[in-house]
């Protein structure tokens, strides 16, 4: 803990740092904030037992460290994050259609791994978004920032982690974007032109947006069920159309109701996990 530390960012749960440990080994240490609701030992059991996850597209905590008044969780460092990709710099160019299909395929995967594992949480991710998603150097997607929500004190749980920038200083509510680009049949405004105007796979993406709409439908009794929704993802790879898929114009709630199953037959100190520092 007395490496040098670079700031990477501010977030609703904390700072987070980069710093390179005595034996070289680079991490991402986070400094959380509002997570006063557990003691020492229920706190260390909640952590262990994220550090216990093993999945291809999470990134789990490798340690801790906890005080009355400082907690810190530490990582792998992942150099990139998929915010930074989706800005129009220089990584911009390699989000092709098949990598950005591969990456939320895999974001899939993890969230529906995490609603299995942590299925006794009301909110097993609870803090989905771009920024804390990270990415391998072959492009697969990491989540993390996952599982918290134990962790953090009642009153500040809505303003921690469960928001999207929705708000008068210029923010837009994407939920309302997409559902009123559908509705009036502009659903090509919401893909990036540079992929939608260079590729063949135009009927891909646009099933794609339609999976995501279905999730977030306004009335949650009409939203995917998670099971579905990653399957309904991994058969956009098939070269296949699947005519029972909900059309962009009519909206899931109007579709035909048919199932996947249908459709394809430590005080002052730092704590170690148990789980080993490189993976």
Request: glycine share 8%.
């Amino acid at each position: 803990m007395k490496a040098s530390a670079e700031v990477l960012g501010n977030g609703g749960t904390g700072s987070s740092y980069k710093a390179r440990m005595a034996n070289g080994v680079m991490v991402v240490v986070k400094r959380t904030r509002e997570m006063n609701t557990l003691s020492k030992d229920e706190f260390d059991a909640e952590i262990r037992k994220l550090g216990r996850l093993h999945h291809a597209n999470i990134l789990t905590p490798l340690a801790f460290h906890y005080q009355p008044d400082e907690k810190l969780l530490v990582y792998e460092y992942m150099p990139k994050a998929v915010c930074f990709i989706c800005d129009r710099g220089p990584s911009h160019a390699e989000l092709n259609w098949s990598v950005r299909l591969k990456i939320v395929q895999g974001i899939a995967e993890g969230l529906g791994y995490l609603h299995t594992k942590l299925a006794s949480s009301h909110l097993p991710h609870g803090n989905l978004k771009s920024s804390n998603v990270f990415l391998s150097d072959d492009s697969e997607p990491l989540l993390s920032e996952f599982g918290l929500r134990p962790l953090i004190s009642p009153p500040n749980v809505g303003s921690s982690i469960v928001w999207y920038l929705n708000n008068a200083k210029g923010g837009t509510d994407v939920v309302q974007w997409v559902e009123s680009a559908i509705s009036d049949g502009r659903e090509t405004e919401l893909l990036d032109p540079e992929i939608a105007s260079s590729t063949n796979s135009l009927g891909q993406m646009r099933r794609l947006l339609g999976i995501g709409a279905a999730c977030v439908e306004r009335n949650p009794e009409q939203r995917l069920n998670i099971t579905d929704a990653i399957q309904m993802i991994q058969d956009i790879t098939l070269e296949r159309t699947i005519q029972a898929l909900p059309s962009l114009r009519d909206g899931y709630a109007d579709a035909p109701q048919t199932r996947v199953s249908d459709i394809q037959e430590a005080d002052g100190e730092i704590e170690l996990l148990e789980k080993t520092w490189i993976r």
